[in-house]
T-cell receptor
Framework: AQSVTQPDIHITVSEGASLELRCNYS??????LFWYVQSPGQGLQLLLK??????LVQGIKGFEAEFKRSQSSFNLRKPSVHWSDAAEYFC?????????????FGKGTTLSVSS | DGGITQSPKYLFRKEGQNVTLSCEQN?????MYWYRQDPGQGLRLIYY???????QKGDIAEGYSVSREKKESFPLTVTSAQKNPTAFYLC?????????????FGEGSRLTVL
């Protein structure tokens, strides 16, 4: 069965420091991978996605992620964190059900930014 | 502006009552979804619909019902059979039914059972 693991429940990073959020997936075929961000009480916003091709993908707000098939990972990175990046981050894998599609989400990582 | 509108944003319910959460989209997307979010649990799929008048159960459909009479609308009813309905509910949509899977989300509805 498909699954997504985000090993870190909560991470605190100093403003201006670099960030890496981990994501590991389990999926039999080539995965479609996503990172979403959620501010408190809000819906989810897509940060970036990987379907195929270049394994380093760029997203919005200065985020990037690297797909590593050998490690079944899709870690999210940002070189310099801003206070406004504090939010909850979700990794997701595309896992078609029958003829349809429904993403499977990890349990999320809460990012706190300290000054 | 295209998007997904969920209402109400906050809803309180007494035990034993059914409630319906509204989800409307003007993105002309074929597929629509309902997820439930609980603290530390991520998002869990309740129901999804790929086409009008058709829908499929997700991982936690028990105690919920949906309808898809119009392409734009996918209301979710939380019935009295749902044993722990207090949660944050998110509606989403996607283009077509292929493997791209990119979801567009509404801002959510928070249901509290008193």
């Amino acid at each position: 069965a498909q699954s997504v693991t985000q090993p870190d429940i909560h991470i605190t990073v100093s403003e201006g420091a670099s960030l890496e959020l981990r994501c590991n997936y389990s999926y039999g075929a080539t995965p479609y991978l996503f990172w979403y961000v959620q501010s408190p009480g809000q819906g989810l916003q897509l940060l970036l996605k990987y379907f195929s091709g270049d394994t380093l993908v760029q997203g919005i707000k200065g985020f990037e992620a690297e797909f590593k098939r050998s490690q079944s990972s899709f870690n999210l990175r940002k070189p310099s964190v801003h206070w406004s990046d504090a939010a909850e981050y979700f990794c997701a894998v595309g896992a078609g059900r029958q003829a349809g599609t429904a993403l499977i989400f990890g349990k999320g990582t809460t990012l706190s930014v300290s000054s | 502006d295209g998007g997904i509108t969920q209402s109400p944003k906050y809803l309180f319910r007494k035990e034993g009552q059914n409630v319906t959460l509204s989800c409307e989209q003007n993105l002309n997307h074929d597929a629509m979804y309902w997820y439930r979010q609980d603290p530390g649990q991520g998002l869990r799929l309740i129901y999804y619909s790929q086409i009008v008048n058709d829908f499929q159960k997700g991982d936690i459909a028990e105690g919920y019902s949906v309808s898809r009479e119009k392409k734009e609308s996918f209301p979710l009813t939380v019935t009295s059979a749902q044993k722990n309905p207090t949660a944050f509910y998110l509606c989403a949509s996607s283009i077509g039914t292929g493997m791209t899977g990119e979801l567009f989300f509404g801002e959510g509805s928070r249901l509290t059972v008193l």
